[in-house]
Nanobody, 116 residues
Framework: QAQVVESGGGLVQPGGSLRLSCAAS????????IDWYRQAPGKQRELVAT???????FYGDSVKGRFTISRDNAKNTVYLEMNSLKPEDTAVYYC??????????WGRGTQVTVSS
């Protein structure tokens, strides 16, 4: 059974860093594109970053130059390195695993709070 689990969230001060992980199981991981989304209270879910099967990446405007997405297919894991964090980065971060045919798989999310 396919499963996606996010981890690595927590409380960090403005200007700090965190690395989120998205671990997948029960699927042929290297055939999937992976997205990181986030959702803050009262706001719509926002696409943060994407990494394709061949390693191409995309970033939302609000995180360009601060966040880096990467994947390790041997570990079935995608990472989101977040630097220069701001209070407006506070949100629940979700991982979405998808390909052109078949269902998407979502994790339950990990909370990131940026506050002094």
């Amino acid at each position: 059974q396919a499963q996606v689990v996010e981890s690595g969230g927590g409380l960090v001060q403005p200007g700090g860093s965190l690395r989120l992980s998205c671990a997948a199981s029960g699927m042929d991981f290297n055939t999937y594109t992976i997205d990181w989304y986030r959702q803050a209270p009262g706001k719509q879910r926002e696409l943060v970053a994407t990494i394709t099967t061949n390693g191409d990446t995309f970033y939302g405007d609000s995180v360009k130059g601060r966040f880096t997405i990467s994947r390790d297919n041997a570990k079935n894991t995608v990472y989101l390195e977040m630097n220069s964090l701001k209070p407006e980065d506070t949100a629940v971060y979700y991982c979405n695993v998808r390909r052109q045919i078949g269902p998407n798989y979502w994790g339950r999310g990990t909370q990131v709070t940026v506050s002094s």
